[in-house]
């Protein structure tokens, strides 16, 4: 590439080849590990997990087999096999050669749905062997996901273990690809406004993917006589006999037409899953109207969808590829099938299951995009129609509708061991694996759904998180959302986000431009203020454009039960408006910001991280009290930690001297509470050292509550924190003291979270009734 020139597609193909291989590579070889799920840090440890400890779990599963599921990972087990006969579009390359692909599916799996996948690639080109090895795995394995075995063997040997084995065996290229296909075909043809009754097909592929798709599309309603397959060999007709097998030729149409160029002619189906560039732009060029092109070959499609463009502007394109609208891949399915499976214990997938899968999909990406989807997309037009097809691999609202459809569908066909009785809790175990946040948020939620729906206003409700927010909070029953802003314009944000929200049903809007309160809401705040610098025309022109501020009045004039703003801005100016309007709670004497986070092994909370730069003692035991109460909301028990450089005395310096006056302030004022310091941050989360330091610590266990010295020091740990842990996984700030639910966000605030603390205004409001 010369230095002034754009990379062409050949220098781009090259530079993912190298950065792919560097991503192989580095830091260390492939893609996956073991990770131990127990701890092995001493001798007891070694003994309970290796001998003599794990014969008692080998014992009882010689006493019932089904205890494997209880004492071994084997439940969340699943194999993904190959013999690398057809791995990607790339042919038989072999077993060891297709390891990378097997990787690959195997961390698809444990990111989307948490499976945990061993990649078994077999040297063996029998199709019997094969089975007689695949078989011989079952007690490894919850269930069997065969990859790139080529046509036809992948037929007979996915039927012979499907009769031997008594868990769940899915060629991914078959059924994972007819799933996916499936739910684009319905949607592709719902935008082009025709009718699987009556289009014509034609795919090019005979293979495993290519022959699952036509036969599932058939069970979806496509006639078989409309169908017509073509492979290297040209036009699957009646009598024809090279290439053939009994899979084809159930397809094989009785025509004199013999070549792809043929038979695309009036098409309004390209299904391509066979090899790069089958598909020339003088074919599509002969196509019907509004013709669905899917070239779902890997990696090199078909067709590139830029060719197709330069000579049909009304196609309606899909590939295998992540670099382009509509990936149309397996990923939208395998691990969610899988994960329906696993849990209520199916002993095989059904034709049922499949279809309950292929719905879920069309219908999510009908329904109004994710937040998580939106933010990994971004700048993309992710509103149903020609782009927008299919769901997103990274659409974590996969899991939650495609496992629950899966494993109602295996219950109702009678082949789920342990049917899932409770659906609404499977959903809610499914959410807290979506959303890490979901378990500590659940008794928050619970408290807020406990009484007749508040009145929740969101300060930016132009705001595109708040808005994907406030469909979420009116979905699932949390709140009404009252959103403050121009009320065409956040229609029309409804609409280009592809939201479902109605003014007046869903939720109500308070127009900045012109409400019938704004003389009674400014006089009322001048009212409160005209003592402390504001005149009336300064209370005019900010009733007019402060959001905050008409949030905090409507909230005072009982118009809303709770508050939410801080999108944008800084909190010290929201909060500015709140306590001339709201102020604070009786008995307090300082507000105080919390946050939560939510880390790979635990939950901590810290304070106060962004209201009070150099908090006193007095402040700081005010602080501590009220977040040990709020913590106790989520239903977990504080144990505060009082943070300093120094460790139980080992410094005088003011700021340690303050944190001991803090507990000493605390024993009196909170006896109840767990709580100790001066002390170490790595002191406070490790129990085990504390107890070596300071074997009378007024602390037992690991601590939650981390009460740090001044704000530098706890904003700063937070977002540290925060960023270490990947981000995302945050609680609040939750403002602690005013006298009305009110919480002010932060910049980088999420839609889920800004969802989350919705539940706690509320629970706020409730608990204040
Ligand atoms: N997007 C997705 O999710 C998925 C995409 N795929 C892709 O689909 C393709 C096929 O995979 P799979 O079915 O597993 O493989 P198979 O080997 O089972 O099938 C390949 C089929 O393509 C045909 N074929 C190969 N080259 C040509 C060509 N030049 N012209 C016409 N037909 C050709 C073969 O014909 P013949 O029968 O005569 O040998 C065979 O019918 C691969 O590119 C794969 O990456 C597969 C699964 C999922
Ligand atoms: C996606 C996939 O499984 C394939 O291309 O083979
Ligand atoms: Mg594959």
């Given at each position: ?27 260390k070889?492939?893609?996956?590990t ?13 003994a ?10 080998c014992?009882?599963i ?7 599921f209880?004492?071994t ?21 072999g ?5 990378p692909?097997m ?29 007689e090895i ?35 065996v ?47 599309l ?10 017509w ?49 089958v598909?020339?732009?003088d ?6 109207a509004n013709?669905?092109i ?12 830029e ?55 069309a ?8 937040e ?86 969101y300060?930016e ?28 314009i ?7 986000f ?27 705040y ?8 504001i005149?009336?025309?300064v209370?005019?022109?900010?009733m ?9 009045m ?8 709770g ?14 408006y ?15 910001c ?11 909370f ?14 700081l ?13 989520f ?35 909170a006896?109840w ?9 790595d002191v ?6 504390r ?36 981000g ?10 005013a ?15 800004i ?15």
């Amino acid at each position: 590439m010369s230095e002034n020139t754009a990379p062409t597609p050949v220098d781009k193909r090259a530079q993912l080849r190298k950065a792919a291989l560097e991503y192989h590579e580095f830091p260390k070889p492939g893609k996956i590990t073991i990770a131990a799920t127990k701890q092995m840090i001493n001798q007891h440890d070694l003994a309970l997990a290796y001998s003599p400890g794990v014969a008692a779990p080998c014992e009882e599963i010689v006493k019932d087999p089904n205890n494997a599921f209880r004492y071994t990972a084997r439940g969340n087990l699943v194999g993904v096999v190959t013999n690398g006969t057809a791995v990607l579009g790339l042919g038989d390359i072999g077993a060891l050669a297709g390891k990378p692909v097997m990787e690959g599916k195997a961390v698809l799996f444990k990111k989307f749905s948490g499976i945990d996948v061993f990649d078994i690639e077999i040297d063996e080109k029998d199709p019997d062997k094969l089975v007689e090895i695949i078989a011989a795995l079952e007690p490894t394995f919850g269930g069997i996901n065969l990859e790139d075995i080529k046509a036809p063997d992948c037929f007979y040997v996915e039927r012979k273990l499907r009769e031997r084995m008594k868990i769940p065996v899915f060629h991914d290229d078959q059924h994972g690809t007819a799933i996916t296909v499936g739910a684009a075909i319905i949607n592709g043809l719902k935008v082009a406004g025709k009718d699987i009754k009556s289009v014509k097909l034609v795919a090019s592929g005979a293979g495993a993917a290519a022959l699952a798709c036509l036969g599932l599309l058939i069970k979806l309603g496509m006639p078989r006589e409309n169908i017509w397959v073509t492979d290297i060999a040209g036009v699957v007709y009646e009598g024809r006999t090279e290439l053939m097998d009994e899979d084809k030729a159930f397809f094989a149409q009785n025509t004199p037409l013999r070549k792809l160029a043929e038979v695309i002619v009036d098409a309004d189906v390209f299904l391509g899953l066979s090899a790069g560039g089958v598909l020339k732009q003088d074919m599509v060029r002969t196509m019907a109207a509004n013709p669905l092109i899917f070239a779902l070959a890997n990696p090199n499609p078909e067709i590139a969808p830029e060719d197709v463009k330069a000579v049909r502007d009304d196609a309606i394109i899909a590939t295998g590829r992540t670099d382009y609208p509509n990936q149309v891949n397996n990923v939208l399915c395998f691990p969610y099938i899988f994960r329906g499976a696993l849990d209520c214990g199916a002993t095989t997938i059904t034709t049922e299951m499949e279809i309950a899968a292929v719905h879920a999909i069309a219908e999510l990406a009908q329904a109004e995009q994710s937040e998580v989807v939106a933010a990994a997309y971004v700048g993309e037009q992710l509103a149903f129609g020609r782009e927008y097809l299919i769901p997103k691999p990274f659409d974590p609202r996969l899991m939650m509708k495609i496992a629950p459809a899966v494993a109602k569908a295996a219950a109702d066909s009678g082949v789920a061991l342990r049917p899932i009785e409770d659906m609404d809790a499977y959903s809610d175990h499914l959410q807290t694996f979506v959303y890490a946040s979901g378990t500590t948020m659940k008794p928050i939620f619970t408290a807020a759904r406990a009484a007749a729906k508040k009145r929740i206003a969101y300060a930016e409700g132009e705001e595109e998180r708040v808005l994907r927010a406030a469909q979420i909070v009116a979905d699932e029953n949390v709140a009404r959302p009252t959103l403050i802003g121009r009320p065409a314009i956040i229609a029309q944000r409804i609409e280009k986000f592809g939201l479902r929200l109605k003014e007046g049903q869903d939720y109500d809007v308070v127009n900045v431009e012109d409400d019938h309160r704004y003389r009674d809401f400014w006089q009322t705040y001048h009212r409160m203020t005209e003592r402390k610098g504001i005149t009336a025309p300064v209370a005019k022109i900010e009733m007019r454009r402060r959001l905050t501020l008409i949030a905090s009045m409507l909230l005072h004039k009982g118009e809303v039960d709770g508050m939410i703003c801080g999108t944008w801005g800084f909190t010290a100016h929201h909060l500015n408006y709140i306590d001339q309007v709201i102020g604070m709670r009786a008995g307090c004497n300082t507000y105080a910001c919390m946050n939560g986070l939510l880390l790979p092994d635990r939950q901590v909370f810290l304070v106060d991280t962004h209201v009070n730069y150099d908090p006193t003692a007095a402040q700081l035991a005010e602080i501590t009290v009220m977040a040990a109460e709020e913590m106790m909301r989520f239903g977990i028990k504080p144990k505060a930690a009082l943070l300093s450089h120094s460790n139980f005395g080992s410094s005088n310096h003011p700021s340690a001297v303050k944190m001991r006056e803090t507990l000493e302030i605390l024993k009196i004022q909170a006896p109840w509470l767990e709580v100790d310091g001066e002390m170490h941050g790595d002191v406070a989360l490790d129990a085990k050292s504390r107890a070596s330091i300071m074997p009378h610590s007024t602390l037992s266990g690991d601590a939650n509550l981390l009460v740090m010295p001044n704000i530098d020091a706890a904003n700063i740990s937070y977002n540290l924190l925060k960023t270490a842990a990947g981000g995302g996984i945050a609680i609040g700030p939750v403002l602690l003291g005013a006298a009305e639910p009110v919480h002010i966000l932060t910049a980088s605030a999420t839609v889920r979270r800004i969802v989350n603390m919705t539940a706690l205004t509320v629970a706020d409001a409730n608990a204040a009734r």
